[in-house]
């Protein structure tokens, strides 16, 4: 029985990314401050797409050849300077995103995003505590071997990502096989910290809630730690993110 | 006052030690499950030294050219054909080890030493459960920034080298600074196994757990999860570990 389950991995850092088959995989981006929280928000809000760029001119090129488009992204934390906008989910309410597509430049999740797609993926969807139930409901009923990739900040492994990755293995983890000590760390965390995931991160000091917080970032942190509050699906097709769920 | 305590970071696993700089810090090799738990019993008993070796014929051709030498090592968790004695810390009793020099070689502690070394680290020394409070003590009376370095399986984060990691902190974490999610998580997870190591790897599911229970290594695992049965510190010299305390 445990043999015909398909096998869940945590992938801690990009930078242990090359360790993994991610062919005929699943591969979770998770970049929960605040990457993935922002793409799930604007498709929930009716972006069209989200297309991940890896360089800032990268955003501005395609920015101005795309009608309608709207060019953001942060380096460091902060909007990038040339950007019209940053990386908070709530500067794309409904009414500003609705039909248009988002070019979004990050440090961290874009590029793994384009790492996973490089080695091939199976699938390349994203994560984030507003999309939890969505995430897990598709990786179950897919039934194929899944990685949950967390962004980390530069490479160094991040206690949010690694949260996110526990929750999903808290909620369907079961139906997988985890030959996985990441996995299981993960999870362990997510267990002590799921009561009040805020308090957590204040309590643990960590690094990525003190730089947001120094932005005045709180309510931010507080959205992007609440599960299900956009839950919808987004896929990338090889160049844009865009919800699979109706 | 913050700013005059050194720095403490981990490294969950090898492929992440680029991350960081080594220079001016001591880095701590943390292979548990049993590398450094072998070495510092070893030492603990009275050999003269422990020559660490990459590969297998290196530790053979190493072991034919130094008199009354042991040549020892595991590959995948078992002896490594051509060599006389694996990786157990009870395969060297006084009897048999005193005064002479075990060259040794791992699947991963090894490997992580002479990264550190060909990176400029400033002191290296080997920590395991059996030489906790010797590590403890000599990071503290040192005063360098740390970093705690976990030799993982095959640059895999494992859950026993980690909780080595949160081991140390939760003794000596105060007097450093810590900006680092990987020793959040560390003292975390060390804390909510610290009463009972075994039965969290047991339950934990724990890879190298299985992989020894399997070999029939209960007794081993025991050992080396159990704190200060061998109470010296294993310092390199750039070509051999040798005890630094009386």
Redesign the interface.
């Given at each position: 029985m445990t043999s015909n389950r398909p096998s869940l991995h945590t992938i801690?850092?990009p930078?242990?990314l090359?360790?993994y088959d991610v062919t005929d995989s699943i591969v979770v981006i998770i970049d929960v401050l605040r990457a993935t929280s922002t793409i799930t928000t604007a498709l929930y809000n009716g972006a069209a797409s989200v297309i991940p760029v890896d360089t800032v001119s990268g955003a501005i090129q395609l920015g101005q050849t795309l009608p309608d488009s709207i060019t953001a992204g942060e380096r460091d934390g902060r909007v990038a300077e040339g950007l019209a906008h940053g990386n908070s989910p709530f500067e794309y309410p409904t009414d500003f995103v609705r039909g248009r597509t988002l070019v979004l430049t990050t440090t961290n999740g874009t590029k793994l995003l384009h790492m996973a797609l490089e080695k091939g993926a199976g699938e390349i969807i994203t994560g984030s505590f507003p999309n939890l139930s969505a995430v897990c409901t598709h990786l179950l009923a897919s039934n194929k071997n899944v990685l949950l990739g967390c962004a980390a900040w530069?490479?160094?492994?991040?206690?949010e990502d690694?949260l996110f990755a526990g929750a999903v293995i808290d909620r369907i983890g079961k139906a997988f096989t985890?030959?996985?000590?990441?996995s299981?760390?993960a999870h362990?965390?997510y267990r002590?910290a799921k009561d009040d995931l805020f308090g957590y991160m204040r309590d643990?000091?960590?690094?990525?809630y003190h730089r947001l917080m120094n932005y005045g970032l709180e309510k931010d942190i507080r959205y992007c730690l609440t599960p299900d509050g956009a839950n919808i699906l987004p896929v990338f097709d090889g160049l844009r993110l865009v919800n699979k769920l109706p």
């Open positions: 801690l850092s930078a242990l090359h360790l530069k490479d160094r492994v991040n206690l690694t985890m030959n996985c000590d990441s299981h760390m362990s965390l002590l643990q000091d960590a690094s990525h």
